[in-house]
């Protein structure tokens, strides 16, 4: 599939100030912050959930109660890997966000 990419033009009208960049910037950093402390916050969570199936595996001290509770930590594990990747996608964005704003303003600061 060809890419396609975005060929954004400001004229001097429509040019945003400085105060309307910095901003933005300030936004996108914002996003990023928050999106990477709840990725943090998520893996986190995820190791520990993982560390709670061990005892009920094969061997272990309770492997006799992995049935009701041994499941369930591997389904709240499978949960929280979603989390993780949906955190880790958001955030991921919103540094892609940043970034891209970051070479338009550029770019529109050199003509």
């Known amino acids: 599939m060809p890419t396609r990419k975005l060929k954004v033009t400001l004229d001097t ?20 912050r928050a999106w ?9 969570a995820l190791v520990l959930s ?3 199936v061990v005892p009920f595996s094969d061997g272990e001290p309770l492997h006799a109660y992995a ?6 930590a591997v389904y709240l594990s499978m949960a929280l890997l979603l989390v ?6 958001l955030w ?5 966000v940043l ?3 970051q070479k ?3 770019q529109s600061s050199e003509r």
């Open 99 to 101: 970034r891209d704003l």
């Open 50 to 52: 993982c560390a709670t």
């Open 67 to 72: 049935e009701p509770f041994g499941r369930m």
């Open 13 to 32: 009208e429509d040019n945003p100030g400085n105060e309307d960049v910095a901003s933005a910037e300030r936004t996108a950093l914002e996003r990023i």
């Open 92 to 96: 991921w964005g919103a540094w892609s």
């Open 36 to 44: 990477r402390r709840r990725t943090l916050y998520s893996t986190i």
């Open 84 to 89: 993780l990747v949906y955190c880790g996608a």
């Open 104 to 106: 338009v303003y550029a």
